[in-house]
T-cell receptor, first 115, second 110 residues
Framework: NAGVTQTPKFQVLKTGQSMTLQCAQD?????MSWYRQDPGMGLRLIHY???????DQGEVPNGYNVSRSTTEDFPLRLLSAAPSQTSVYFC??????????????FGQGTRLTVV | GQQLNQSPQSMFIQEGEDVSMNCTSS?????WLWYKQDPGEGPVLLIA?????ELTSNGRLTAQFGITRKDSFLNISASIPSDVGIYFC??????????FGQGTRLTINP
């Protein structure tokens, strides 16, 4: 079972370059989200989506764009990479967005370095 | 937004020892979650707690939902090498956001 699949696993960018981190889930989950993980700061929510065509900002959205054209895919775009965006990025999905349905399924992460 | 504070930030223990860690919040949570992240992997849910005072076990892991609803505890008994990793507490901020603590990094000396 694939679950949540993220690509690429590793990426090095130069400052100012753009790229898209891919995330796909095959569990028909309505809710998808992107987090970044930095040492000592845990996981911080970047953007999330409660269904196709609906996205919203999380705690640290600046410098990132998202779209949700299908239930399966939720790409994260960096339009102009900055060194401060060096981090490990995780995509996660949940069946639906409710306070009781809270188990999130995570991908394996994308380790991004911006030089 | 709500904030979760975990302690300790890191632990260095001997194999076979018991482990205790906790998580506190600035406001009330209706659900507490504990995740574990193995090196190089994404977090995986260990235990979910839905009721104040609830005590739930998953093998050698036991977690409790604090009576005040502002804290939760995770205990690991008789630690083994595969327990190494980062443990996160998490809780819902409304229906649409999961808030995570900073994590407790567990290192085990064989």
């Amino acid at each position: 079972n694939a679950g949540v699949t993220q690509t690429p696993k590793f990426q090095v960018l130069k400052t100012g370059q753009s790229m898209t981190l891919q995330c796909a889930q095959d569990m028909n989950h309505e809710y998808m989200s992107w987090y970044r993980q930095d040492p000592g700061m845990g996981l911080r929510l970047i953007h999330y989506s409660v269904g196709a065509g609906i996205t919203d900002q999380g705690e640290v959205p600046n410098g990132y764009n998202v779209s949700r054209s299908t239930t399966e895919d939720f790409p994260l775009r960096l339009l102009s990479a900055a060194p401060s965006q060096t981090s490990v990025y995780f995509c996660a999905s949940r069946p639906v967005a409710t306070e009781l349905n809270t188990e999130a399924f995570f991908g394996q992460g994308t380790r991004l370095t911006v030089v | 937004g709500q904030q979760l504070n975990q302690s300790p930030q890191s632990m260095f223990i001997q194999e076979g020892e018991d482990v205790s860690m906790n998580c506190t919040s600035s406001s009330i949570f209706n659900t507490w979650l504990w995740y574990k992240q193995d090196p190089g992997e994404g977090p995986v849910l260990l235990i979910a707690l839905y009721k104040a005072g609830e005590l739930t076990s998953n093998g050698r892991l036991t977690a409790q939902f604090g009576i005040t609803r502002k804290d939760s505890f995770l205990n690991i008994s008789a630690s083994i090498p595969s327990d190494v990793g980062i443990y996160f507490c998490a809780g819902p901020e409304g229906a649409q956001k999961l808030v995570f603590g900073q994590g407790t990094r567990l290192t085990i000396n064989p």
